[in-house]
Nanobody
Framework: EVQLQASGGGLVQPGGSLRLSCAAS????????MSWLRQAPGKALEWVSS????????IYSSSVKGRFTISRDNAANTLYLQIGSPQVDDTAVYYC?????????????????RGRGTLVTVSS
């Protein structure tokens, strides 16, 4: 059974920083690309970033590019999202998601599994 558990959320001030983690189990983590998604209050699920299985060519949505950094540790079966220069509009529940086999990224319409999220609140 695929299990994905995000953690590290909390209250952060604008301009601060926060690192989210996602512990993965139940599948061969190093063989799959992974993504971060988020859902703000009252809004639809939104793709944030993806990273392929070898950590090459990470991609980002235009709203977070230059501020967020996705990374992974295949030995530890863990996915990370470093949130830099957070803005109020970044307030959301953040989820990690597993991509289909042989895909180097996946977005809202194409992930196969999504774990429990972690809430990030950006406020002064």
């Amino acid at each position: 059974e695929v299990q994905l558990q995000a953690s590290g959320g909390g209250l952060v001030q604008p301009g601060g920083s926060l690192r989210l983690s996602c512990a993965a189990s139940g599948f061969r983590y190093s063989s799959f690309a992974m993504s971060w998604l988020r859902q703000a209050p009252g809004k639809a699920l939104e793709w944030v970033s993806s990273i392929d299985r070898d950590s090459e060519n990470p991609i980002y949505s235009s709203s977070v590019k230059g501020r967020f950094t996705i990374s992974r540790d295949n030995a530890a079966n863990t996915l990370y999202l470093q949130i830099g220069s957070p803005q109020v509009d970044d307030t959301a529940v953040y989820y990690c998601a597993k991509c289909p086999r042989h895909q180097s990224y996946c977005m809202v319409s194409s992930y196969t599994d999504r774990g429990r999220g972690t809430l990030v609140t950006v406020s002064s």
